[in-house]
């Protein structure tokens, strides 16, 4: 893959192609000459969600404190939003303004983030960054993955030492389970959740399935409101209701078995976590470590925050996917509501639906409860290995249990 240089972003080398694996989302690592690490590094092959909590957090998550059973370990939650909102930022832009700032007061070297390929915004195009201005070049969202890590052997060849690096969850358990072998002064670790994620190629037939100008798109969001918005180049809007998504007209593999099989999806091995799951229109911080509290020190007074709210009840959603999940995942066809019915209850989702943390717990419960459907239909023999605990704790109230074979007896990891 060679990879274009923006004039704002240090010279980003070419990287070595990656080889086929199973179930890999392409962090890097195999591209980099650690490559013969992935046995130990990958969330897939090796997990060690437990391990690596307690490597950056001091202890493993508590499923009876609060809700860490379902955000992981964290110290405060906040609902957030940058006073001045960046244009081109996914939701205001607080993870690249992070990074400006890391940049900006020399704390780090080189930020490790994901720009836009220069031919398609949607495609992801790993860079070094060692200029504040450059940040803006990463900011939204690119659907495909992004192999970030391939970029510390770079990073280690100009002597960087102190290093940011922001990405979504199976780049982080990579990161840290490789972490003590980078010799590195100081790393700051800049989560973002992630769900749902595919290649880049499968996302551009999703948009044409949304509309019939899908060039013409530059955003694209899965909101917290059960609506997908859409922007697009003239300045105009559209709102989709998650209802009247075309998904049955996707084919069975449009989202890969490795995203289906993912249990971090609030990033929970970084040092702060910045999505929009709990935040109710706005953004959703969770500090985790002393360091993530550093972190959002650096934006204190050009960002606002609340306590994040949390209202309804999300049983009956979760329990209506998990039912519909296992018919699906066995093959069975799924009978989904009539069209003429699906916009009222598109309208009763918004109004009476979960809201706030809420609605991050229902998001939370059904990923685990897909990762769990998806491996016993297609990898049964991965399940032992694959699924943390806590996870079948989760999903434990809505029937879905371990049967023979599918959990270990013995502690799940070794280190
Ligand atoms: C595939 C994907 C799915 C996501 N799903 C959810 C979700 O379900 N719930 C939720 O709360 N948040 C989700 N997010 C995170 C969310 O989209 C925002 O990135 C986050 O809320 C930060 O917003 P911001 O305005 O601060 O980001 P910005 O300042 O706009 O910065 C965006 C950052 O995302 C990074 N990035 C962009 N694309 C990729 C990629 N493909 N791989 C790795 N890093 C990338 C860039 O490095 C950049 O720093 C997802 C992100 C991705 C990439
Ligand atoms: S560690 Fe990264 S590159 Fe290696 S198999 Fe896992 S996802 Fe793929
Ligand atoms: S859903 Fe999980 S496996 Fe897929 S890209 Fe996101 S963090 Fe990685």
Redesign the pocket.
């Known amino acids: 893959m060679v990879i274009a240089t923006l004039p704002l972003l240090a010279e980003t080398p070419t990287l070595a192609p990656a080889p086929h694996r199973d179930l890999c989302t392409d962090c890097g690592v195999s591209r980099s000459s650690w490559a013969h690490q992935c046995g130990k590094a990958c969330q897939f092959i090796h997990p060690r969600y437990e391990t690596l909590e307690r490597q950056v957090h001091g202890r493993a998550r508590d499923v009876a404190r609060g809700d860490e059973a379902f955000f992981g370990v964290h110290r405060a939650m906040h609902r957030a939003r940058?006073d001045r909102?960046?244009a081109?930022?996914?939701?205001?832009?607080?993870?690249?303004?992070?990074?400006e700032r890391l940049l900006e007061i020399g704390a780090v070297d080189a930020?490790?983030?994901?720009?836009?390929d220069a031919e398609d915004r949607w495609r992801?195009r790993?860079?070094i960054v060692t200029a504040p201005e450059g940040?803006a070049e990463?900011?939204?969202?690119?659907?495909?993955?992004?192999p970030?890590l391939a970029l510390l052997d770079e990073c280690v060849a100009r002597g960087y030492r102190r290093l940011a690096v922001?990405?979504?969850a199976c780049?982080i358990h990579a990161l840290r389970a490789l972490e003590a072998e980078l010799g590195l002064e100081a790393l700051y670790v800049?989560g973002?959740?992630?769900?749902?994620?595919?290649t880049t190629e499968r996302f551009h037939q999703f948009l044409g399935l949304l509309t019939d100008t899908p060039d013409e798109v530059t955003y694209l969001?899965?909101l917290?409101d059960f609506r997908v918005e859409l922007r697009f180049r003239d300045g105009s809007h559209r709102y989709i209701p998650f209802l009247q998504l075309p998904i049955r007209d996707l084919p069975r593999d449009f989202f890969p078995a490795t995203?289906r099989s993912c249990f971090d999806?609030?990033n929970s091995l970084s040092d702060l976590?910045?999505?929009?799951?709990?935040?109710e229109g706005d953004?959703?911080l969770l500090v985790r470590t002393a360091r993530g509290e550093a972190l959002l020190d650096l934006i204190r007074d050009e960002v606002t925050l609340a306590a994040p709210g949390s209202r309804g009840d999300r049983t009956g959603a979760v329990k209506t996917f998990v039912a519909l999940s296992e018919r699906a995942a066995g093959g069975l066809p799924v009978r989904g509501a009539p069209d003429w019915a699906r916009p009222v209850i598109g309208w009763a989702q918004r109004r009476f639906g979960p809201k706030g943390l809420e609605f991050?717990r229902t998001?939370v419960e059904m990923k685990c409860a897909e990762g769990i459907l998806a491996l016993r239909h297609e990898r049964p023999h991965r399940m032992k290995r694959m699924i943390p605990d806590f996870a079948w704790h989760l999903v434990a109230r809505y029937g879905l249990t371990p049967r023979a074979g599918e959990r270990l007896q013995t502690p799940q990891e070794t280190t």
Do not use: H
Not at 192 to 198: F, K, L
């Open positions: 940058l909102p960046r081109g930022a996914q939701w205001t832009g607080i993870t690249t303004r992070i990074g930020v490790l983030a994901t720009a836009s992801p790993p860079v940040m990463c900011r939204g969202m690119k659907m495909g993955y992004s970030l922001i990405g979504v780049q800049i973002t959740p992630c769900s749902d994620n595919t969001e899965f917290a995203c999806y609030t976590t910045v999505g929009y799951m709990g935040g953004q959703w991050a998001r």
